[in-house]
């Protein structure tokens, strides 16, 4: 299915892209306004700790032309308001009759502590 994906074929198993960033107050204060929360979220909300790996997912790895399947995570902490979160994309499968993609996903704080887990299927378009 995929001779025409050169990019998907560059794939590897343990391919892995990161981004950290940490979410200030203010950033909360937007969130819960689009999200039409009037109360002040006391930690990061868990969608915004998923919008990492959406990034990650959309233009890091594999990047431009993937469609988000499925996601699972698995939270083990609070992430703390301006705590640097460094989420990283695993790559654990390639499917290559269907151009799937299977990837580890893992968020950590400070100090490397574990915040959410899970993974992730992508199907590779381009």
């Not at 083990?76 to 499917?95: F, I, K, N, S, Y």
Request: aromatic share 8%; glycine share 6%.
């Amino acid at each position: 299915m995929n001779k025409n994906l050169s990019r998907f074929d560059a794939l590897r198993i343990d391919d892995s892209a990161s981004v950290t960033r940490s979410f200030d107050r203010q950033a909360l204060r937007d969130w819960c306004q689009l999200a039409h929360i009037a109360a002040e979220w006391p930690e990061v909300p868990e969608p915004l700790i998923a919008g990492l790996f959406s990034y990650l997912l959309g233009e890091e790895l594999p990047g431009h032309g993937t469609n988000y399947l499925k996601q699972h995570m698995q939270f083990h902490a609070p992430a703390q308001v301006d705590e640097p979160l460094t989420a990283t994309v695993t790559v654990t499968r390639l499917r290559d009759d269907k151009a799937l993609v299977n990837l580890e996903t893992r968020c950590t704080g400070a100090g490397g502590r574990l915040i959410c887990e899970g993974d992730a299927l992508v199907l590779f378009q381009c």
